[in-house]
T-cell receptor, first 113, second 109 residues
Framework: EAGVTQSPTHLIKTRGQQATLRCSPI?????VYWYQQALGLGLQFLLW???????NRGNFPPRFSGRQFPNYSSELNVNALELEDSALYLC????????????FGNGTRLTVT | RKEVEQDPGPFNVPEGATVAFNCTYS??????FFWYRQDCRKEPKLLMS???SGNEDGRFTAQLNRASQYISLLIRDSKLSDSATYLC??????????FGAGTRLAVHP
């Protein structure tokens, strides 16, 4: 069974540009979560999608947005990039059950110069 | 008080030692908990779920103390390969999963 896949692995952008990160969940998983992990810091909750809808978001500005497609894959968009957006962006999927754990992809390392 | 708190460590232990980490949480309504391990610059990997009755998986034991609002992870007979950062995960509002900042473990020969 394929795990969570993310693309691209690395992304280099300049300040002010937009970045699009992609995630495909484990087959059968309907929930997708996005986290940001800046260097040396913990995982910060960004967004949660389930059944195509945004269900919850963390304390991030509106320039962080995303969507979930009918096949449950997801996109994270970051507009007007700032230097401090440089981080590892992790996507995770989860089966619909309440007690099920998150399964992470390898992440996209975004560098803003 | 932070929503999820962990001692950042590092915990430096010799091979074969037993080491324990705690993770405290503030939301008393939290129901399901998890421990993950994260190696440097890699994605977190599920170590174990934490059940209310406590659970064991080989050298690893997880416990939940609802009264004091903490979960614990015990590692017996530490191996060099156990060196990593251990993250606890606590749910909020049902499905929003909040990660602790992690506890670093360094096992030395």
């Amino acid at each position: 069974e394929a795990g969570v896949t993310q693309s691209p692995t690395h992304l280099i952008k300049t300040r002010g540009q937009q970045a699009t990160l992609r995630c495909s969940p484990i087959s059968g998983h309907t929930s997708v979560y996005w986290y940001q992990q800046a260097l040396g810091l913990g995982l910060q909750f960004l967004l949660w999608y389930d059944e195509g809808e945004e269900r919850n978001r963390g304390n991030f500005p509106p320039r962080f947005s995303g969507r979930q497609f009918p096949n449950y894959s997801s996109e994270l968009n970051v507009n007007a990039l700032e230097l401090e957006d440089s981080a590892l962006y992790l996507c995770a999927s989860r089966a619909g059950t309440y007690n099920s754990p998150l399964h992470f992809g390898n992440g996209t390392r975004l560098t803003v110069t | 008080r932070k929503e999820v708190e962990q001692d950042p460590g590092p915990f430096n232990v010799p091979e074969g030692a037993t080491v324990a980490f705690n993770c405290t949480y503030s939301n008393s309504a939290s129901q399901s908990f998890f421990w993950y391990r994260q190696d440097c610059r890699k994605e977190p990997k599920l170590l174990m779920s934490v059940y209310s009755s406590g659970n064991e998986d080989g050298r690893f034991t997880a416990q939940l103390n609802r009264a004091s609002q903490y979960i614990s992870l015990l590692i017996r007979d530490s191996k060099l390969s156990d060196s990593a950062t251990y993250l606890c995960v606590v749910p909020r509002d049902g499905n929003k999963l909040i990660f602790g900042a992690g506890t670093r473990l360094a096992v030395h020969p």
